[in-house]
């Protein structure tokens, strides 16, 4: 059901992961996957072209309300009011502009490695970062958020599930969480973008399903761009499960019309129609788990993720310091992300995309094994 383009098309895509590299580069930086288009949503972006469905959004849609709701409760074990959702652009967006409304120039705390655009974006919106550095299991560091949180630590950023690790956080460790933010009054933004990429073994738990305090100081955030590789439509939702996360979000400057519509269109379709495409996904990104622990390069170790298509890679043992990315881009043709971009401490790490076919995965993990000294 899922294909993949050939090489040649692949490259004459425009998007950040295929462009910019030179000739005969295969990119596995950026999350976005190679595979075509889910066929109904194909299908529903046609149709707007073809009666030039291009204008501006309006609202939250009762498609996209319905949508949304039904595919939360049944992949997610989710139960959303769909009265308590609301349009943005992206979930960055939505990140920073709610910073922007619960602590201005306040302390922002979050996981690292991290995704990169925390590291990037949130000092020059004003913000003082507070990076917690995950424990060597891969674990969240609660012994240091409560010092964090003592120290005025006012937002916490979540990504669940982890991105880079792919790690998915249980139930006990949300619920810890929750209830240290709670004894300092502090919200947890819960970015959980890569939740309907969860692989077969774990079991993903929304933050507004982890407890009450989790819903009282919690706001979610969510999209169908990364599952169902959208994120040039520019759709996002927030999600919220209790009256002070609401008042919250009416204080957001946003209004729909800088939403992309296509993006609403789009995602309707995903939520409502896209769980054989997903399914299909899934599967794929499973075997695809297997096939990088049956060929990753000898000296290369990792932890299989438990969610998305990304694979955080330790090359410590290759002895390729300061920068493994920048070798494999210029001895293998792989461009990689580099891990110092998630982590000023991660230089020994890279980031693989494997959001792609076997056969292209085979060729990226053959030129990294070639590519290493005899």
Same mark, same amino acid.
């Given at each position: 059901?899922?294909?993949v383009p050939?090489l040649?098309?692949? *490259?004459?895509?425009?998007?950040e992961k295929?462009?910019?590299?030179?000739?005969?580069?295969?990119?596995?930086?950026?999350a976005?996957? =190679?595979? @075509?288009l889910?066929?109904?949503?194909?299908a529903?972006?046609h =149709?707007a072209?073809?009666r030039?469905?291009?204008g501006?959004?309006? %609202?939250?849609t009762?498609?996209?309300r319905?949508?949304?709701?039904?595919?939360? @409760?049944?992949r997610l074990?989710w139960?959303?009011d769909?009265?308590?959702?609301t349009?943005?652009?992206e979930v960055?967006?939505?990140?920073i %502009?709610l910073?922007?409304?619960?602590?201005?120039?306040g302390k922002?705390?979050?996981?690292?490695?991290?995704?990169?655009p925390?590291?990037?974006?949130?000092?020059?919106?004003g913000f003082?970062? *507070?990076q917690?550095?995950?424990r060597?299991?891969g674990?969240?560091?609660?012994?240091?958020?409560?010092?964090?949180?003592?120290?005025?630590?006012?937002?916490?950023i979540l990504?669940?599930p982890?991105?880079?690790?792919g790690r998915?956080l249980?139930?006990? %460790?949300?619920?810890?969480?929750?209830?240290?933010c &709670?004894?300092?009054?502090?919200?947890v933004?819960?970015? +959980?973008?890569?939740?309907?990429l969860?692989?077969?073994?774990a +079991?993903f738990v929304?933050?507004? %399903?982890?407890?009450? &305090?989790?819903r +009282?100081r919690?706001?979610?955030l969510?999209?169908?761009?990364k599952?169902?590789?959208?994120?040039?439509?520019k759709?996002?939702l927030?999600?919220?499960?209790?009256?002070?996360?609401?008042?919250v979000v009416?204080?957001?400057?946003?209004?729909a019309?800088?939403?992309?519509?296509?993006?609403?269109?789009?995602?309707?379709?995903a939520?409502?129609?896209?769980? &054989?495409?997903?399914?299909?996904l899934i599967?794929?990104?499973?075997?695809?788990?297997t096939?990088?622990g049956? *060929?990753l390069?000898a000296?290369?170790t990792?932890?299989?993720?438990?969610a998305?298509?990304?694979?955080?890679?330790?090359?410590a043992?290759?002895?390729?310091?300061? =920068?493994?990315a920048a070798?494999?881009l210029d001895?293998?043709?792989?461009?990689?992300g580099p891990g110092?971009?998630?982590?000023p @401490?991660?230089? =020994?790490?890279?980031?693989?995309?494997?959001?792609?076919?076997?056969e292209?995965l085979?060729e990226?993990l053959?030129?990294m094994?070639?590519?290493l000294p @005899?």
């Amino acid at each position: 059901m899922l294909t993949v383009p050939q090489l040649e098309v692949l *490259r004459q895509r425009r998007s950040e992961k295929w462009s910019g590299h030179p000739p005969g580069v295969i990119g596995a930086t950026v999350a976005e996957l =190679d595979f @075509a288009l889910a066929p109904p949503i194909a299908a529903v972006l046609h =149709d707007a072209i073809a009666r030039s469905d291009l204008g501006y959004a309006h %609202e939250v849609t009762p498609q996209l309300r319905a949508a949304f709701t039904g595919f939360a @409760a049944r992949r997610l074990g989710w139960r959303v009011d769909p009265d308590r959702l609301t349009l943005i652009p992206e979930v960055l967006i939505g990140l920073i %502009e709610l910073c922007r409304v619960l602590a201005p120039g306040g302390k922002v705390g979050f996981a690292t490695a991290g995704y990169p655009p925390f590291l990037e974006q949130l000092p020059p919106a004003g913000f003082t970062i *507070r990076q917690i550095p995950l424990r060597t299991d891969g674990s969240f560091d609660l012994d240091r958020l409560a010092v964090e949180l003592r120290d005025g630590l006012r937002i916490l950023i979540l990504a669940s599930p982890h991105n880079p690790t792919g790690r998915v956080l249980p139930r006990d %460790e949300l619920e810890q969480i929750a209830e240290l933010c &709670a004894e300092y009054d502090a919200w947890v933004l819960a970015d +959980e973008i890569h939740a309907p990429l969860v692989l077969p073994g774990a +079991e993903f738990v929304p933050w507004l %399903e982890v407890s009450d &305090a989790a819903r +009282e100081r919690g706001i979610a955030l969510t999209s169908a761009s990364k599952a169902f590789n959208l994120a040039g439509l520019k759709c996002a939702l927030l999600v919220t499960a209790s009256d002070r996360a609401q008042d919250v979000v009416r204080r957001l400057p946003f209004t729909a019309e800088q939403v992309g519509l296509l993006g609403v269109i789009a995602a309707e379709a995903a939520f409502a129609d896209g769980d &054989a495409w997903l399914d299909a996904l899934i599967a794929q990104l499973d075997r695809n788990r297997t096939l990088i622990g049956e *060929r990753l390069p000898a000296g290369v170790t990792w932890s299989p993720p438990q969610a998305t298509y990304l694979g955080w890679l330790d090359c410590a043992g290759l002895g390729l310091a300061p =920068d493994p990315a920048a070798y494999f881009l210029d001895r293998a043709k792989v461009a990689l992300g580099p891990g110092s971009d998630y982590d000023p @401490a991660g230089r =020994d790490r890279v980031r693989l995309n494997f959001g792609t076919g076997p056969e292209l995965l085979t060729e990226m993990l053959d030129r990294m094994n070639a590519a290493l000294p @005899a």
